[in-house]
């Protein structure tokens, strides 16, 4: 079942290279500005749905941070350098251990490259603070065994102000000096355990029940169980668990297209855990379907939402492939902040053994290089992708990857090599049933014969 109301981004040049979608998309609607859109609390804008078994909608309240909001009274204006040199006496001053203060000086290193820019990309400076904000407070929080928020808040206050992405060592503003809390630090941390499954037995039975008829594709029967299940979990007020099914339940509506409530579930489960590994693949679903939609600001929002838990949850390849994905809607958009995001996430990505995230991104900087007519670093791209997906044993990213520089060669009259690259697409895109990437192929060897 498709959306109704969904507005394009405006895409210039039809995408030869895009073979491979997700879904197809509506090429007939024009693009419009939805300022009143929340993400968050409202999903998509949608009428003539058929009925489903849940349909619950989802208010989502968001408070003032006190300290933000007292801080945000007093002089606004805070320089660049101060936070950076802030955060790194921060990790000296608390004891941070030299793995997690490498990690630390890792997203540090990312905002003092952007600041270097004439344009510095505010949202991936504010992206890589809250990350590496979230590193220092859990170490507090497991060290005085109780929860703390002190860098955060800080961090909060300062987003609230005016930064100058000047870098001015000189220029300090007293009132943004982060404090700490009087506890020692010194403690032994305690061990937080944070199960994967149910612990009750009766809801860890319902939710296996209803993960079993997801498997043997009976949503309907899938549904119904996992509101068993939620019954029960909202009886023992396990609040895990109900995020868990929450998300198990928007997983089946996105599968079979009940989008509107797909986004309801995701909501609802993102609401009800503190596991940033679920609030993670939670807001990326969501992500994907307001891109899929064509709706670039709330699939930017929750893009950028993905980046900062995946940061807390220390998921490098959920980063760098959300990052891409924003990279990728601005190339779409032939807007050139897409390589602020593009050569983030290869940064990223190259911390990673992850070949298959590897190549997705170096693919997405080839095509990105390609639009903007750069045609050594779009060469140079897909060879990268290409070398990455072969690691990762994917014959149609690799086939995908060779036709993309073949056809690049072609635009510059040069038939020689790009026959060479086509041969190694065909070999490849054999080993497929991708039986149109294989046509493209074939006919663009005949074109050069």
Same mark, same amino acid.
């Given at each position: 079942?498709?959306?109704?109301?969904?507005?394009?981004?405006?895409?210039?040049?039809?995408?030869?290279?895009?073979?491979?979608?997700?879904?197809?998309?509506?090429?007939?609607?024009?693009?419009?500005?939805?300022?009143?859109?929340?993400?968050?609390?409202?999903?998509?804008?949608?009428?003539?749905?058929?009925?489903?078994?849940?349909?619950?909608?989802?208010?989502?309240?968001?408070?003032?941070?006190?300290?933000?909001?007292?801080?945000?009274?007093?002089?606004?204006?805070?320089?660049?350098?101060?936070?950076?040199?802030?955060?790194?006496?921060?990790?000296?001053?608390?004891?941070?251990?030299?793995?997690?203060?490498?990690?630390?000086?890792?997203?540090?290193?990312?905002?003092?490259?952007?600041?270097?820019?004439?344009?510095?990309?505010?949202?991936?400076?504010?992206?890589?603070?809250?990350?590496?904000?979230?590193?220092?407070?859990?170490?507090?929080?497991?060290?005085?065994?109780?929860?703390?928020?002190?860098?955060?808040?800080?961090?909060?206050?300062?987003?609230?102000?005016?930064?100058?992405?000047?870098?001015?060592?000189?220029?300090?503003?007293?009132?943004?000096?982060?404090?700490?809390?009087?506890?020692?630090?010194?403690?032994?941390?305690?061990?937080?355990?944070?199960?994967?499954?149910?612990?009750?037995?009766?809801?860890?039975?319902?939710?296996?029940?209803?993960?079993?008829?997801?498997?043997?594709?009976?949503?309907?029967?899938?549904?119904?169980?996992?509101?068993?299940?939620?019954?029960? *979990?909202? $009886?023992?007020?396990?609040?895990?668990? %109900? +995020? =868990?099914?929450?998300?198990?339940? /928007?997983? #089946? !509506?996105? &599968?079979?297209?009940?989008?509107?409530?797909?986004?309801?579930?995701?909501?609802?489960?993102?609401?009800?855990?503190?596991?940033?590994?679920?609030?993670?693949?939670?807001?990326?679903?969501?992500?994907?379907?307001?891109?899929?939609?064509?709706?670039?600001?709330?699939?930017?929002?929750?893009?950028?939402?993905?980046?900062?838990? *995946?940061? $807390?949850?220390?998921?490098?390849?959920? %980063? +760098? =492939?959300?990052?891409?994905?924003? /990279?990728? #809607? !601005?190339? &779409?958009?032939?807007?050139?902040?897409?390589?602020?995001?593009?050569?983030?996430?290869?940064?990223?990505?190259?911390?990673?053994?992850?070949?298959?995230?590897?190549?997705?991104?170096?693919?997405?900087?080839?095509?990105?290089?390609?639009?903007?007519?750069?045609?050594?670093?779009?060469?140079?791209?897909?060879?990268?992708?290409?070398?990455?997906?072969?690691?990762?044993?994917?014959? %149609?990213?690799?086939?995908?990857?060779?036709?993309?520089?073949?056809?690049?060669?072609?635009?510059?009259?040069?038939?020689?090599?790009?026959?060479?690259?086509?041969?190694?697409?065909?070999?490849?895109?054999?080993?497929?049933?991708?039986?149109?990437?294989?046509?493209?192929?074939?006919?663009?060897?005949?074109?050069?014969?």
């Amino acid at each position: 079942m498709g959306l109704n109301s969904i507005y394009q981004r405006p895409y210039i040049i039809p995408d030869r290279r895009n073979i491979i979608r997700k879904r197809e998309e509506t090429s007939n609607a024009q693009q419009q500005q939805q300022t009143d859109e929340n993400s968050r609390s409202k999903g998509l804008q949608y009428t003539e749905q058929e009925p489903v078994y849940y349909n619950q909608h989802v208010e989502q309240f968001t408070y003032p941070n006190e300290v933000a909001t007292a801080l945000a009274q007093r002089n606004p204006k805070i320089n660049i350098a101060q936070i950076l040199k802030d955060f790194k006496n921060t990790a000296i001053a608390i004891g941070t251990p030299s793995e997690l203060k490498e990690e630390v000086n890792g997203y540090l290193a990312l905002i003092e490259k952007q600041i270097t820019k004439e344009n510095p990309n505010s949202k991936l400076i504010k992206s890589n603070l809250k990350n590496a904000s979230s590193i220092l407070d859990n170490y507090i929080s497991q060290t005085l065994n109780k929860d703390s928020k002190v860098v955060e808040n800080w961090v909060d206050a300062l987003f609230l102000q005016q930064i100058d992405f000047k870098y001015d060592e000189n220029d300090v503003n007293a009132q943004f000096l982060v404090k700490f809390p009087e506890d020692t630090v010194e403690e032994k941390p305690k061990e937080v355990t944070n199960p994967l499954i149910p612990q009750d037995d009766e809801l860890k039975k319902l939710f296996i029940k209803a993960k079993k008829m997801t498997y043997i594709n009976k949503p309907k029967e899938a549904i119904l169980a996992f509101q068993t299940a939620l019954n029960r *979990a909202n $009886e023992i007020d396990d609040k895990e668990t %109900q +995020s =868990k099914i929450y998300y198990e339940v /928007g997983k #089946i !509506y996105d &599968d079979y297209d009940y989008l509107p409530q797909a986004l309801i579930s995701y909501n609802e489960s993102v609401q009800r855990t503190k596991d940033c590994n679920v609030k993670t693949r939670a807001h990326y679903s969501m992500a994907e379907i307001y891109n899929d939609a064509n709706k670039i600001e709330p699939a930017i929002d929750h893009y950028f939402t993905t980046v900062s838990y *995946a940061g $807390e949850a220390g998921n490098l390849s959920a %980063q +760098s =492939k959300s990052l891409t994905k924003i /990279g990728n #809607i !601005y190339s &779409d958009m032939y807007k050139k902040d897409a390589f602020d995001y593009l050569e983030t996430a290869d940064m990223i990505a190259d911390e990673t053994d992850n070949s298959k995230i590897k190549g997705y991104v170096s693919s997405s900087l080839g095509d990105a290089y390609d639009k903007f007519g750069d045609m050594h670093g779009a060469l140079k791209s897909y060879s990268k992708a290409v070398k990455n997906y072969i690691d990762a044993d994917m014959p %149609q990213r690799i086939a995908q990857n060779y036709y993309n520089a073949a056809e690049i060669m072609l635009e510059n009259k040069n038939d020689q090599k790009a026959k060479g690259l086509l041969e190694k697409a065909e070999k490849f895109a054999l080993r497929t049933d991708n039986n149109e990437l294989l046509t493209e192929i074939k006919n663009s060897l005949l074109s050069i014969s």
